[in-house]
């Protein structure tokens, strides 16, 4: 689809769910918006950089189906958990936060710190149940406070209900944080639409960006009820006026901001945005599921340890072998970059990947299972 427009290690690159390939344009996207700035244009270098961050937003935008005014630049997922989560209204009664045993571990860590301040975590069992919206019912109950939901798992690479979880969310005043970071690039969203009020993500998976250009987007009523206690001068609602004694927040999602942000990573990730904007999450979508059924196709069904439920699934795969050492090295030989979970492989799909490169993974791995 695009494969001669990013560097490609190896002859076979499965790796996007970990760190999607960089983009050709990557160095001259970090050049107009970081470096060539610092070097030309002394005291007005603040203009092009935060030019950089607002290009960020607003390629990101279409990507996530949002406004680009309700996107706030973060460092890392993370830090945007902690942010939200510290920023809620206090609401008598509403003690409980509502996560899933398959949720990425930094996500439960942060989450955990809310025990502090009084919050119970709530864990949901993890599997292919949580594709089913009742799976979910204890995360609207009249004592919950929020509910975080994986749009889709790491490991198994299933895909929540999530439409669903933010409608009975929203209908039992529930709060929702949507991380996004294994779907957005490759799995259609529609933030604006869902009624969802918070999302979290990060650029480095199917945005091809690499490192540090997370983000974190917030519904405008969300936001307007929420008070972080991380902040900075870049939370104020005018930065610049530079008053130590006066502190107003931002409106919308950049009162989530704190202080002064990183300019090079969210430079840098235009390269990528602008290659998945010129195709639409949409046609990626198809392509990438084209290209799973493909591989579900060429192996036993009792293969995956993930999921392989068309309609249930996003972009990746865990495929169970006989030995996993022996066959990453037949895999490694056959230049198939992928990575290892519960000793097994697991690859994933993108724009870059064609049926060749499934065709070259099916005859390596058939031997092993």
């Known amino acids: ?35 060539d700035p ?10 092009p950089w935060f030019d950089a961050l607002d290009r960020f937003r607003n390629g ?6 949002a406004h680009a005014d309700d ?34 571990p930094t996500i439960g860590f942060a989450l955990a710190q809310a025990e502090r301040a009084g919050y119970e975590l709530v864990f949901l069992p993890g599997g292919e149940s949580l594709a089913d919206p009742d799976a979910w019912a204890p995360a609207f109950q009249d004592d919950v406070q929020l509910v975080l939901a994986t749009q889709v798992f790491s490991n198994t690479s299933v895909l929540s209900p999530y439409a669903e979880i933010a409608k009975r969310a929203r209908e039992r005043g529930v709060f929702t944080i949507f991380d996004v970071a294994q779907s957005a690039g490759a799995i259609p969203l529609q933030l604006n639409e869902w009624g969802v009020d918070f999302a979290v993500g990060t650029s480095l998976k199917y945005l091809c960006a690499g490192t540090g250009a997370a983000y974190l987007w917030a519904s405008k009523e969300a936001a307007a009820q929420c008070k972080p206690m991380d ?26 901001m704190g202080g002064t942000p990183s300019i090079a990573p ?11 904007n010129t195709h639409g999450v949409d046609a990626i979508f198809e392509h990438n599921q084209g290209l ?8 036993p069904e009792e293969a995956f340890l993930s999921t392989t439920k068309e309609g249930a699934r996003g972009s990746a795969a865990l495929i169970k072998v006989r030995d996993y050492d022996s066959a990453a090295a037949a895999l490694k030989e056959a230049g198939i970059i992928h990575d290892t979970r519960k000793g097994a492989t697991r690859v994933s799909v993108h724009l870059y990947n064609d ?15």
Not at 60 to 65: D, E, H, M, Q, W
Not at 236 to 249: S, T
Request: one cysteine or more.
């Open 1 to 35: 689809m695009e494969a001669d427009k990013f560097y490609l290690p190896g002859k076979h690159y499965f790796l996007s769910h970990s760190v999607g390939a960089q983009p050709r344009s990557h160095e001259a996207a970090l050049a107009r918006g970081w470096t």
């Open 38 to 47: 610092w070097r030309t244009d002394g005291a007005d270098v603040w203009g």
């Open 60 to 65: 990101l935008a279409p990507l996530i189906g």
């Open 71 to 104: 996107i706030c630049p973060q460092l890392n997922v993370s830090s945007g958990v902690a942010k939200i989560m510290l920023g809620l209204p206090e609401r008598p009664g509403r003690t409980k936060i509502v996560l899933t045993e398959d949720d990425f």
């Open 231 to 256: 902040v900075g001068w870049f939370s104020h609602a005018e930065p610049f006026e530079l008053d130590i004694h006066h502190f107003k927040f931002a409106k919308g999602a950049m009162r989530f």
């Open 266 to 276: 969210f430079a840098g990730a235009s390269a990528g945005q602008e290659i998945l």
């Open 292 to 299: 799973l059924t493909r591989l579900f196709a060429g192996l």
């Open 355 to 369: 049926d060749n490169d499934i065709d070259a993974l099916v005859g390596v791995l058939r031997d092993f299972i």
